[in-house]
């Protein structure tokens, strides 16, 4: 009779135990907040639909203190995403070779870090225009 | 012992499956010069005050892959890391996370080893060729898209780092997808179709969360966390190949 | 106890046992292998390997070479027959290597590279970076995953050999894990259980180099030939003894002492070169580097480092960084971590450590032993290519051409006899479980192994290091008789079955104080110079009318080893001045010119 007693470890609670993936559970956690606003958005779209009366009523609501909070708390959220996004991007691309040299990790987060920023003056400068 | 011998004091999870219900902590107190590394104070544990300490170790070069353990909580080789750099601090030594514990710092690696084999680790010849033809040829190019894939030592250090892998052990897992993609990548091999059925698998790639730690605690760069997503996206095109040719879509 | 039935047994799944293990599967799929190796296949040392593979490969270059450069090497102990068949086969193996996947380094237009080392007249050593032992082991391993036939029994440590109507037929294990007792029988049993570098102190090895094949052969009557020759590498690690590969030195490194000199030209193997030249300077053997080591250390032309001792300077930084991580990565490496320097803006410190050992298991080409049905290869056996000091290079190739000589001879061997009387085997198994099970389950022993160990280590370093005399060896010997008897007074802390490596470590003691006193005893009889056995007591010359001969180290219950002496196989090499550098050149010259 073998006196083999392999002991197995509990899993509970396994993401506090090490801070790499405590900001992988933040990471995954502000997708929520992604999603969140692009509900919010999404209900903007109905309300659109629904008249100029229902559509007021949401513009309405979305300039209350409550909902510019929320606003703060989903951009800082979604920038944290962005940020920690790009940060994995490089373990999820094949090799870029570029003039025979495989491209840095680095340098892919950098330039996708450079992409969202871009975009995002881009497209504030657009709103920006059309609201002048 | 002069008197100027700086004494670190190590904490070893201690487990023996013959009298112990569960594993619990002890400190020894250990004299150590800048010089030794951990597993040299394991060792020194073992020598001097309790034989039956118990954990693997050879090359003590980090080549072997002997010996992984938790130290401080983070995986990694006990020959490369050194006391100095803990002390005054206690330092804690535990078995690799995610495994079964066998004895002291000793896991169960067996369900490691039949995920290797598994993975078909060897060429299946593209193109057969005898020994008379003499060797492949293979253009640095050709070369550079499998070489970094080679260097895993089979430490499993990123299976103790996966949380993935912890939550379901049957989930093939870093090492053995890099090593799986290091032969699908090798211009002389032709298997990547038979290696597939693996990767989409209920116990392949799609466990994998990308949380990354793995590629963060190799020692030797071989970045697995690169292999298994690369595999998700052959998978995924793989499977909707399939819908478009009636022959099955696996390249 | 569980008893498994095998066609061939191969003990140790290093490079050597998996290419064998693969030889037996191609001969004949239908013959059952059992792998017993006492860690999982891929921590074997041939993993620590890192120069690379010698064989032929350039079209300047040629058998005969190679065939002259290590029978030369070897200070003409070499069985020169067996020299031959290696060279030819070399090139074939490690091309078969490359076509089961081993990433050998490449050159630009695709083909496999060679590298120059150390006492090779033209670069032929094949090489995967910096890690070649490590990526050919890998390979193996991986490819012997292919064969259905091949049973292994990984972390399963073997302890007896068996033998019936006077032929091997199995052996006995002891499952890691467990504690627990099997037997494996098998018609034919392959020993390949690496060197014994273990008993010195500074050494390159791993913590499993503990001689434990040598000693099961040995204790079965098996002669332990050329046990004298240990070979020391110049360039280890002080202190740890980890190895910095020769290829430092065949990609351009240099030596040099505490002056800055390039001390080798003044031990035979100048003039000063500005580029590496194969066979000059720090291309010349390792035995004659570790030498120039002791004399510098004696001149006091060595640094005296405040925690490390006696050193010298191996120098890269010419080579500049992008080149070493090209081709020494490892290297690179195990610089910045072990020592914290960087190899691109300091010198490194080392000294000659352990590495190897030319003896071991007695056999003839087709790898056999004289007690029938046992074979061995590798580093634990002497087949009689390395004679009295290897050539870098030449022991990765060797496992390879042999591995597969063994195999497929065992697999003939399997096959030409019906299977034994397993009651009769069973009862030594047995026997053999009785008396290790008493080793641990004995109480009121008073001595540690790690002090027995220690005693041991050091006492071999101070008799059987690179300069010996009679003195310090008949010191040596003595001790190992001390030893031998203070063994029987162990204690093992861990009484338990699981995972007991308290009481396998004891085994692997008792074995490796078998190994010793074969190295001391056959070292003290040999009142000579040759390759890596050199004396300083009045016999510093080689003596060819006395002992071109092998040393031959019997077992003998309770006592000393018996040294008895054979024949050297000569064919077309006469054993001349063994000289490097431009007396080197000369000599080949006059060679080539009687020749023509």
Do not use: Y
């Given at each position: 009779m073998s006196k083999r007693r392999p002991y197995v470890r509990s899993m509970d609670g396994w993401w506090k135990k090490n801070p790499f993936y405590v900001e992988y559970m933040i990471h995954e956690s502000t997708a929520l907040f992604v999603a969140a606003y692009a509900f919010t958005l999404l209900v903007g779209l109905v309300r659109l639909g629904q008249g100029e009366a229902a559509w007021n009523g949401w513009l309405e609501a979305m300039k209350s203190p409550l909902s510019l909070i929320f606003h703060v708390v989903f951009l800082l959220a979604i920038m944290y995403h962005t940020y920690t996004w790009f940060k994995i991007m490089p373990i999820t691309l094949p090799p870029i070779i570029v003039g025979g040299k495989k491209v840095s990790p680095g340098a892919i987060t950098g330039s996708g870090l450079l992409a969202a920023v871009v975009a995002s003056v881009f497209m504030l400068g657009l709103v920006w225009r059309i609201a002048q | 012992m002069p008197d100027s011998q700086k004494i670190i004091e190590i904490e070893v999870l201690r487990y023996n499956p013959e009298s112990d219900k569960e594993p619990h902590l002890e400190v020894y107190k250990v004299p150590f010069s800048d010089d030794m590394s951990v597993l040299q104070g394991a060792q020194y544990i073992k020598d001097h005050f309790d034989g039956s300490l118990t954990f693997r170790w050879s090359c003590r070069m980090a080549i072997c892959g002997s010996c992984g353990m938790m130290i401080n909580g983070i995986p990694k080789l006990s020959c490369e890391t050194f006391l100095r750099d803990y002390y005054p601090n206690r330092i804690r030594i535990e078995a690799m996370a995610n495994f079964p514990i066998e004895k002291d710092l000793v896991v169960d690696l067996s369900g490691f080893i039949e995920k290797l084999e598994s993975i078909q680790p060897y060429i299946i010849p593209r193109e057969p060729r005898s020994l008379d033809q003499g060797e492949y040829i293979q253009s640095p190019e050709q070369f550079n898209a499998y070489i970094q894939f080679t260097s895993c030592i089979n430490c499993t250090l990123c299976y103790a780092a996966c949380p993935q892998f912890g939550l379901n052990p049957d989930f093939i897992g870093p090492a053995a997808i890099a090593l799986l993609h290091r032969y699908n990548m090798d211009s002389r091999d032709g298997a990547a179709a038979e290696r597939m059925e693996l990767v989409a698998?209920?116990?392949?790639?799609?466990?994998?969360?990308?949380?990354g730690y793995c590629s963060e605690v190799c020692p030797k760069h071989v970045d697995p966390a690169n292999a298994v997503n690369i595999n998700k996206t052959n998978a995924a095109k793989d499977y909707f190949l399939r819908f478009l040719s009636p022959k099955g879509g696996s390249k | 106890m569980e008893i498994f039935k095998a066609d061939v047994v191969i003990v140790g799944g290093g490079g050597a046992g998996l290419r064998a293990a693969i030889a037996v599967a191609e001969t004949d799929p239908s013959l059952k292998i059992a792998l017993v190796s006492k860690v999982y296949p891929m921590r074997s040392h041939t993993v620590a390997a890192e120069g690379g593979a010698a064989g032929v490969k350039k079209p300047t270059d040629s058998y005969e070479y190679h065939f002259h450069d290590t029978v030369g090497g070897g200070d003409w102990l070499c069985e020169q027959d067996v020299v031959e068949y290696f060279v030819r086969q070399a090139p074939i193996e490690l091309t078969q290597l490359e076509h089961w996947g081993c990433p050998w380094s490449r050159t630009a237009d695709g083909h496999v590279n060679v590298r120059a080392f150390g006492g090779m007249k033209i670069e032929r050593t094949w090489f995967a970076a910096d890690k070649s032992g490590f990526h050919i082991l890998h390979t193996l391993f991986q490819t012997s995953m292919k064969y259905p036939s091949i049973k292994r029994f990984d972390e399963h440590f073997c302890v007896d050999l068996l033998e019936d109507e006077g032929r091997c037929q199995g052996v006995v294990v002891i499952e890691?894990?467990?504690?627990e007792f099997s037997m494996i029988e098998a018609r034919s049993v392959i020993i390949a259980t690496g060197g014994a570098g273990r008993v010195f102190r500074e050494s390159t090895l791993g913590g499993i180099v503990t001689g434990d094949g040598m000693a099961l052969a040995y204790r079965h009557g098996v002669a332990l030939r050329d046990m004298e020759f240990v070979q020391y590498h110049p360039t280890c690690m002080p202190v740890t003894g980890l190895l910095f590969t020769e290829a430092c030195r065949g990609e351009g490194g240099i030596l040099v002492n505490k002056d800055g000199y390039r001390y080798l030209q003044d031990y035979g193997l100048g003039p000063l070169q500005d580029k590496p030249k194969n066979k000059y300077m720090e291309l010349g053997p390792r035995d004659r580097l570790s030498q120039a080591f002791f004399f510098e250390q004696q001149k006091g032309r060595t640094i005296e480092h405040p925690t490390l001792g006696s050193v010298v300077h191996l120098d890269l930084r010419h080579l500049g960084e992008a080149y070493l991580r090209e081709r020494l990565p490892l290297i690179y490496e195990m610089a910045e971590t072990f020592m914290g320097l960087d190899p691109a803006k300091d010198p490194i410190p080392i000294r000659p450590g352990v590495h190897y050992t030319m003896g071991g298991i007695k056999v003839d080409g087709n790898c056999a032993a004289s007690l029938k049905g046992l074979y061995a290869i590798g580093e634990c056996a002497s087949v009689g290519i390395h004679g009295a000091n290897r050539l870098g290079s030449n022991s990765l190739t060797e496992l390879l051409v042999f591995g597969k000589v063994a195999g497929v001879d065992a697999a003939r061997n399997a096959k030409s006899l019906t299977p034994g009387k397993s009651a009769s085997l069973l009862k030594q198994a047995e026997a053999t479980e009785q008396r290790l099970l008493a080793l641990k389950t004995k109480t009121g022993g008073t001595e540690r192994i790690s002090v027995i160990r220690k005693e041991m280590a050091q006492s071999m370093e101070d008799g059987c290091g690179i300069y010996r005399m009679e003195n310090t060896m008949q010191a040596t010997c003595d001790k190992l008789s001390e030893l031998r008897q203070r063994f029987k007074n162990i204690s093992i802390d861990d009484k338990s079955s699981v995972w007991n490596t308290d009481w396998l470590t004891a085994i692997e003691l008792d074995y490796q104080l078998d190994v010793a006193q074969s190295m001391a005893h056959s070292a003290i009889k040999r009142k000579e110079s040759r390759g890596a056995h050199?004396?300083?007591?009045?016999?510093e010359l080689r003596d060819d009318v006395n002992y071109l001969k092998h040393s031959e180290a019997y077992y003998v219950a309770g006592d000393v080893p018996r040294i008895a002496y054979g024949d050297v196989k000569i064919t077309t090499s006469q054993p001349a001045a063994r000289v490097y550098g431009a007396a080197g050149e000369k000599a080949d010259q006059e060679r080539k010119g009687s020749h023509a």
């Open positions: - | 698998a209920e116990e392949g790639v799609f466990n994998c969360s990308a949380v | 890691m894990g467990t504690g050199q004396r300083l007591d009045g016999f």
